[in-house]
């Protein structure tokens, strides 16, 4: 009978969401688990890699080795964490991308907004927003999205779909 692996005791498990970008679903388990980026930065051994995923910078792309480490700590099947990655897709670093109607629905950001060959919202027929309509700042990385609003003027994201032009 083998021995299953000891899950460490500040693991909390946190599933993702169908088509949630990795930037998202890290700060999830972060806040889940009370942990920060330095932490799961070397209980991976991942370190900064990890920060430059959250921007969506993937040059180099992710090796076998580092998904497996991660997939490891976050108590995922490398299969699942794939899915959070552009595989091919080319990437639109900045500005982060919002389409607060899809937020709306369900509060987290979706890894398709940010490929570069996304102009709009396919579901809602909307272009996306890239800053507050409110204050003009442009949105932080989805890792630091804790209550869905702009960091500037606290502006709900739910609130800017009304601000949402159609394609």
Same mark, same amino acid.
């Given at each position: 009978?083998?021995?299953?692996?000891?899950?460490?005791?500040?693991?909390?498990?946190?599933?993702?969401?169908? =088509?949630? +970008?990795?930037? $998202?679903?890290?700060? !999830?388990?972060?806040? *889940?688990? /009370?942990?920060?980026?330095?932490?799961?930065?070397?209980?991976?051994?991942?370190?900064?890699?990890?920060?430059?995923?959250?921007?969506?910078?993937?040059?180099?792309?992710?090796?076998?080795?580092?998904l497996?480490?991660?997939?490891?700590?976050?108590?995922?099947?490398?299969?699942?964490?794939?899915?959070?990655?552009?595989? =091919?897709? +080319?990437?639109? $670093?900045?500005p982060? !991308?919002?389409?607060? *109607?899809c /937020?709306?629905?369900?509060?987290?950001?979706?890894?398709?907004?940010?490929?570069?060959?996304?102009?709009?919202?396919?579901?809602?027929?909307?272009?996306?927003?890239?800053?507050?309509?409110?204050?003009?700042?442009?949105?932080?990385?989805?890792?630091?999205?804790?209550?869905?609003?702009?960091?500037?003027?606290?502006?709900?994201?739910?609130?800017?779909?009304?601000?949402?032009?159609?394609?």
């Amino acid at each position: 009978m083998t021995e299953a692996p000891s899950i460490p005791p500040w693991v909390f498990s946190v599933e993702p969401y169908e =088509g949630e +970008s990795i930037s $998202h679903f890290l700060g !999830r388990f972060r806040r *889940a688990n /009370y942990s920060s980026s330095n932490q799961i930065g070397q209980k991976t051994g991942l370190g900064s890699v990890l920060a430059r995923w959250e921007k969506f910078r993937f040059i180099p792309p992710p090796t076998q080795q580092q998904l497996a480490a991660l997939a490891e700590v976050v108590r995922l099947d490398m299969e699942q964490l794939a899915l959070m990655l552009p595989q =091919g897709m +080319s990437m639109k $670093h900045e500005p982060i !991308r919002l389409c607060a *109607a899809c /937020y709306a629905e369900q509060p987290y950001h979706r890894l398709e907004w940010q490929f570069k060959e996304t102009r709009g919202c396919d579901r809602h027929q909307l272009r996306l927003l890239s800053e507050c309509p409110n204050c003009g700042k442009r949105f932080k990385i989805p890792a630091l999205w804790i209550e869905g609003h702009c960091h500037n003027c606290q502006m709900m994201f739910v609130e800017m779909k009304g601000h949402q032009k159609g394609m």
